[in-house]
Nanobody, 123 residues
Framework: QVQLVESGGGLVQAGGSLRLSCAAS????????MGWFRQAPGKEREFVAA????????YYADSVKGRFTISRDNAKNTMYLQMNSLKFEDTAVYCC????????????????WGQGTQVTVSS
């Protein structure tokens, strides 16, 4: 079984940066796509970004495009989300997930999930 653990969240001022990590462990098989989702207080879970195995293709929600960068280091079994120019609206619990099938933008298409890491942006 695959376990995913997020880290790197915290409190940051608007305009600042954070780098989230998602470490995979356990019995791991190659997955073509992994992604980040977030859920803000009072909001539904939403897609943030996804990346293919090679890292050659990345996908972003319009709300984070140009500010966030997704990457992965397969040798370290780790995926990253570099978040720059953070806004108050980015405040949420960020979860990483391993895609199984279906739309990469749909949370139901992911089988394995981390527990999440809190990102709080002060305005």
């Amino acid at each position: 079984q695959v376990q995913l653990v997020e880290s790197g969240g915290g409190l940051v001022q608007a305009g600042g940066s954070l780098r989230l990590s998602c470490a995979a462990s356990g019995r791991t098989f190659r997955r073509y796509v992994m992604g980040w989702f977030r859920q803000a207080p009072g909001k539904e879970r939403e897609f943030v970004a996804a990346i293919t195995w090679s890292g050659g293709n990345a996908y972003y929600a319009d709300s984070v495009k140009g500010r966030f960068t997704i990457s992965r280091d397969n040798a370290k079994n780790t995926m990253y989300l570099q978040m720059n120019s953070l806004k108050f609206e980015d405040t949420a619990v960020y979860c990483c997930a391993d895609h199984s099938s279906g739309s990469i933008y749909n949370a139901q298409s992911y089988d394995y999930w981390g527990q999440g890491t809190q990102v709080t942006v002060s305005s």
